[in-house]
């Protein structure tokens, strides 16, 4: 088990708190996923549509602009006919792979169990 990171001193769940950053990234139902999606390079918004169940357009799309607003992924636009856009993580999104696979593996590890309270029996 790795060592709690040392935040300066902060209220009790105050605002500010950088620890409530982390919270809110994966408070956000697609951020994850999208990161993740990208780990191997970057891809087309029609790729990425393709490759995410369950995520519409347009929530595609507002996942994209507050993840490049965030300065986790870039956009990059292509001088083409038709246009041609891609999208790539920066250092930061790519050191979010960190955390997602360590979620990854307590899933693996617990999923069914919590699953199993949750929905009597189903596995995750």
Partial sequence: MTEPIRFAPYGEFEADCPARLGVD????????VVVYMLRDGPQRHSE?????GGISQKMLTQSLRRMERMTLVRRRRYAEAPPRVEYELTESGRDLLVPIHALGAWVDAHGAEVSAALYGGTDV
């Fill in 25 to 32: 990234l994966f408070g956000n139902r697609w951020l994850p």
């Fill in 48 to 52: 990425l549509l393709a490759g995410i």
